[in-house]
């Protein structure tokens, strides 16, 4: 072949191997490859699959925003429940309060200042447990157009008593309330002597209050540090914590909560003159401090002398090998009280025996009477002296002491005992 036929047949064949090459090019394309004839294409589907890519979430991404929808609205629901609960139970607790359907067994005494507004007299409410919405009482107060006419002075209110029977009250002078007694019970009275008054005033029935009494289901202070370690001895379990005070009962009200009143009393009193941590850093038990406490009241004719009283009582407890008995004769006329009583309950007398101190050692089982502060802190700080015996004149209640039993015989006759 010559020469120019050689490039002759090179024209002819280069095209044919240029269409080849885009014909292999269009068939063989694939999802995942592109040729590009040209730059601007390639700008152009770079443009295309970056808005694919931003318009087509991968699956996780939206299991991920399903899965977020799903949890934000378990918690939505859980506020509205929630919110739902808490109105629900302000509603019941706010008309349990206005009507007092289902309250505590509380009274109280609650002087009302002159002067005082229906903000301050709710808080005063509250405080004691008469109520348990202040802010409601003041709405209802305010609709009402009551507040202008509360009277000033020492009210007693019932918990049991619905908005209407306090706002009633309040407006009363407190000495014109027919249903009100009031009652002082002196220091040094029993049990049984308690229970008499009020069972003559018709505030409650003595059995009802000496059981709410034992019971002692209250939430005080005192409660932990009581024992039941002599209880089947005692006459009366709680005789020495129903405070003597001067108390305003209802007609007919709740034993429990006037059992509450005197133990609430006791409970008051022992903390405010801290009397709770002096005991704890004694020698003595609560409850062996509230039985001397009550020989002290019982013997004593005067404050002044209880501090004597007790340290009597002390030196004989620290030598008890020479002063085994303590020999104090309120706790023989205590005796002879309750055996009359244990006799007509069928009960054995050896109960009674156990407090007369003319025949048992030590201490009695329990208290003789319901002390006042002022023993209970004389046994606590008992005055420092020698004296293992006293007497007091009847009459004039002068104390005499003394370090003998030759002495002490000497002082019956001056006190004119013998």
């Known amino acids: 072949m010559s020469e120019q036929e050689k490039d002759q047949q090179k024209i002819t064949e280069e095209p044919v191997k240029e269409q080849e090459i885009s014909t292999v090019s269009a068939s063989d394309i694939q999802d995942d490859t592109v040729i590009f004839s040209s730059t601007s294409d390639k700008e152009f589907l770079a443009e295309e699959e970056e808005k694919n890519s931003i318009e087509q979430p991968s699956r996780k991404s939206v299991k991920k925003k399903k899965k977020g929808k799903k949890w934000t609205g378990f918690l939505v629901a859980g506020i509205i429940i929630i919110i739902s609960i808490g109105l629900a139970f302000t509603i019941l607790t706010g008309f349990n309060d206005v009507f007092a359907l289902s ?94 008054l009020l069972e003559t005033n018709g505030v409650c029935d003595g059995d009802q209050f000496l059981r709410a009494l034992e019971e002692n289901s209250f939430d005080f202070a005192y409660q932990d ?64 401090v509230i039985t001397l406490a009550s020989i002290v009241q019982a013997e004593a004719g005067s404050v002044e002398d209880m501090p004597k009283i007790a340290s009597v009582l002390m030196n004989r407890i620290h030598n008890s090998d020479q002063y085994p008995k303590l020999e104090c004769d309120p706790t023989k006329s205590y005796a002879k009280e309750i055996s009359g009583n244990l006799k007509s309950e069928g009960t054995s007398d050896a109960i009674a025996e156990a407090y007369d101190t003319y025949v048992t050692p030590g201490l009695p089982p329990g208290a003789i009477c319901n002390p006042g502060i002022d023993a209970i802190q004389a046994v606590l700080h008992p005055a420092t002296t020698d004296y293992y015996y006293f007497c007091a004149n009847i ?24």
Request: proline share 4%; charged share 30%.
């Open 225 to 288: 540090m009581l024992t039941e370690e002599k209880n089947d001895s005692k006459y009366h379990v709680m005789e020495g914590y129903a405070f003597p005070n001067t108390y305003n009962f209802f007609k007919n009200e709740d034993a429990e909560s006037v059992a509450r009143k005197f133990l609430q009393a006791f409970d008051e009193h022992m903390q405010e003159a801290n009397l709770y941590e002096q005991i704890k850093s004694s020698e003595f038990s609560l409850d062996e």
């Open 103 to 196: 309250k505590p067994a509380i009274s109280a005494d609650i002087e009302i200042p002159s002067g005082a507004t229906t903000a301050q007299i709710s808080k005063l409410l509250k405080e004691e447990g008469i109520i348990d919405q202040p802010w409601l009482f003041r709405f209802v107060v305010k609709m009402r157009g009551e507040g202008s006419g509360f009277q000033a002075g020492v009210h007693s209110f019932s918990a049991k008593w619905d908005y209407d029977a306090i706002i009633e009250e309040l407006n009363m002078v407190p000495s014109e309330n027919p249903n009100v007694i009031k009652i002082t019970f002196p220091e040094g009275s029993t049990l049984d002597e308690i229970v008499r």
């Open 395 to 418: 009459e004039t209640k002068e104390c005499f002491y003394a370090k003998t039993l030759e002495e002490h015989n000497q002082n019956l006759k001056r006190a004119g005992l013998i």
